[in-house]
C-alpha cells in the first residue's frame, strides 16, 4: 500500500461511507486518515466507526490515522411566531434577551455573551452570511442593528460574528463528552473548532493530557490575529475555509490559505486544507476544472493533506472523489516546477540539533542520489522534523509505537512502519535497510540514509546520520 504521492489524503466518514467495504475501498483508493465529524454523529456510532477502520488497518497492516472533529459552539438565533421573517434593507432590527417569539422587527439572541461582547460598528452575519446586520446600539441585554443585507431568516439559524472577540470557550459540553468518549476509543487527532486564540488549545490539551494530538481549526478571524501562537500551542493546523469564507471577505481566504500554510511549514507543524475541494463531486462522477485547480494549489503550496468533507461523508461519488483527488496529488508531483515551488518556500533550519540533523540528511540524500531517508522515531518529532525539509527522495519512519504511526498518517511524504525498536546501531542499520528493500524504496545495492537518536528509545534525541548500503537482495530480506 505504498502511495506514489506526498501529500496526504483526509476522508471524512457519513451515511455515505460507514461500513467495512465502503471505508476499505476509500483506502485502497488513497486515503490515509479517516474524519469523524461530531457534528452529525453520536458515541455508539462513533466507536464503531473507529472499530472498523482498525480493523481494516489490521488486514493491511498499515498505520491509519483516525480525527474527530469537535462541533465547537453554535450561535443561533431564537424562534419566530411564525416560522420565518423577510428582513429589508435598511430597517433596524433588535436582537435580545426576551424569550418571546420574534417577528420582523426583533428576536431573541439566547447568547448572553454576544450581547455582552457587541459594539457599535460591529457585524452580524446570520445564515452563512446570507443576511448580514452592523451594531447601532448595544448593552447587556440587547442590541439594535441596522439590516445592511437582507433576506428571508427564520427559526434557529446561526449567527457569525466576525468582529466579536469572544469570551467564549472553544468547548461546550458537548464538546467535553464527545472528546472524552473519543480519547476512550484510543483515535489519533482532536481537531478543534471555534479557535481564537492559543488559550483554548492549552484548555483542551489540559483535557486530553497526552492521549491524542491536537489539531486547531482556523475558521474564525480572531485567530488570523493571533496565529503564531496558536501554531506554537498546537501540533497541527487546519485551514478550515469554509467558516472563514463567512466570517471575512471570501477573496482573502486564497491569501490566508497561503500565510497559513507557509507559517505551519516553517514551524514544522502538519497543515490540512480543508473544506469544498472537490464540491460538485457530491452529485457528480467528475469535479469542475477549478475544483481541481484549487485541490492543486494546494499541493503546489505543499500542504501536508488535503482534506474531502461531505465528498466522502454523503456524496454519490466517495470512491471516486478520492480517486480523483489521488490523481492530481500524483500528477502535481510529477511537475517538474512542483519540486521549484517547495524548494523555493523551505524555511531556514532552527538552531536544535535535531532540525539540523534533518536538514543535513536532506541535503546528503539530494547530494548522493540516495533512495531514502529512514527515520527511527520513537515520538514521530524526527519523521516530522524530516519532512519539514521536503526532500526530494523519499522518507521512511520506522517506530516501535503504533501510536506514533498513526499520528504520522498526515504528515506529508512519511511511509510509516510500525516494528520492534533496534536492539542497537548494527541493529537499527539492517533493519532500515531490509524495511527499504521490503516496500520498495531501495533495490540491492542502493544506499539509504539512517537518521536517528542514541541513545535509542529515548525521544527527542535525534542526533545521528548514517549512510547505508542495501548490499544484496538475500540481505536486505533477512
Not at 501562537?229 to 485551514?239: F, G, H, N, R, T
Not at 482573502?252 to 475541494?277: D, F, Y
Not at 501510536?403 to 511511509?415: M, P, Q, Y
Not at 531490509?434 to 524504496?441: E, K, L, T, V, Y
Request: aromatic share 2%; charged share 25%.
Amino acid at each position: 500500500m505504498r502511495r506514489l504521492r506526498r501529500i496526504k489524503i483526509l476522508a471524512t466518514l457519513g451515511p455515505a461511507s460507514s461500513d467495512s467495504a465502503m471505508i476499505r475501498k476509500l483506502f485502497e483508493a488513497g486515503a490515509d486518515l479517516f474524519r469523524i465529524n461530531m457534528s452529525h454523529t453520536p458515541h455508539d456510532k462513533m466507536r464503531d466507526l473507529v472499530k472498523t477502520i482498525r480493523n481494516v488497518e489490521s488486514s493491511y497492516g498499515r498505520p491509519i490515522g483516525i480525527l474527530v472533529d469537535l462541533q465547537g459552539p453554535k450561535l443561533r438565533l431564537g424562534a419566530f411566531a411564525e416560522g420565518s421573517v423577510q428582513l429589508n434593507n435598511g430597517q433596524s432590527f433588535v436582537l435580545d434577551s426576551d424569550k418571546t417569539p420574534g417577528d420582523s422587527t426583533r428576536v431573541q439572541l439566547p447568547h448572553p455573551e454576544i450581547l455582552a461582547a457587541l459594539r457599535p460598528g460591529h457585524s452580524l452575519l446570520l445564515d452563512d452570511g446570507k443576511v448580514r446586520l452592523i451594531a447601532e446600539e448595544t448593552s447587556p441585554d440587547h442590541a439594535v442593528t441596522r439590516v445592511v443585507i437582507g433576506g428571508k431568516m427564520s427559526d434557529r439559524k446561526g449567527v457569525s460574528l466576525p468582529d466579536t472577540d469572544l469570551p467564549v470557550s472553544a468547548m461546550t459540553p458537548k464538546d467535553r463528552a464527545d472528546l472524552e468518549a473519543a480519547l476512550t476509543t484510543g483515535i489519533d487527532w482532536i481537531a478543534l473548532s471555534f479557535v481564537q486564540r492559543a488559550e483554548d488549545v492549552h484548555e483542551a490539551k489540559k483535557m486530553i493530557r497526552g492521549r491524542a494530538a491536537v489539531m486547531a481549526k482556523i475558521e474564525k478571524p480572531q485567530a488570523i490575529d493571533r496565529l503564531a501562537d496558536i501554531i506554537e500551542a498546537s501540533d497541527a493546523l487546519m485551514v478550515a475555509r469554509g467558516d472563514l469564507g463567512v466570517e471575512l471577505p471570501l477573496e482573502r481566504v486564497p491569501s490566508l490559505q497561503k500565510q497559513m500554510t507557509r507559517m505551519a511549514r516553517r514551524a514544522g507543524k502538519p497543515v490540512v486544507v480543508a473544506t469544498q475541494m472537490l464540491e460538485s463531486m457530491i452529485q457528480a462522477p467528475v469535479p469542475t476544472r477549478a475544483e481541481v485547480s484549487d485541490v492543486a494549489t494546494a499541493v503546489y503550496e505543499g500542504a501536508d493533506a488535503i482534506m474531502l468533507s461531505a465528498e466522502s461523508a454523503a456524496g454519490k461519488y466517495p470512491v471516486e472523489a478520492v480517486t480523483t483527488m489521488n490523481r492530481i496529488g500524483e500528477e502535481v508531483e510529477r511537475d517538474p516546477t512542483y519540486r521549484g515551488v517547495l524548494t523555493a518556500q523551505r524555511a531556514e533550519p532552527e538552531p536544535t540539533v535535531g532540525d539540523a540533523i534533518a536538514d543535513a540528511a536532506r541535503q546528503i540524500a539530494e547530494t548522493l542520489d540516495l533512495s531514502a531517508i529512514i527515520c527511527w522515531t520513537s515520538s514521530g518529532s524526527t519523521a516530522i522534523r524530516v519532512a519539514r525539509e521536503r526532500p526530494k527522495v523519499p522518507v521512511v519512519a520506522i517506530t516501535p509505537n503504533l501510536a506514533t504511526g498513526r499520528k504520522l498518517s498526515v504528515v506529508w511524504g512519511v511511509h510509516c512502519v510500525v516494528a520492534e525498536d533496534a536492539r542497537d546501531q548494527d541493529d537499527m542499520v539492517d533493519r532500515a535497510n531490509s524495511i527499504a528493500f521490503r516496500d520498495g524504496f531501495a533495490r540491492a545495492g542502493q544506499r539509504v540514509i539512517i537518521v536517528a537518536g542514541v541513545p535509542l528509545g529515548i525521544p527527542g534525541t535525534t542526533n545521528m546520520v548514517r549512510i547505508a548500503s542495501v548490499a544484496s537482495q538475500s540481505d536486505a530480506e533477512k
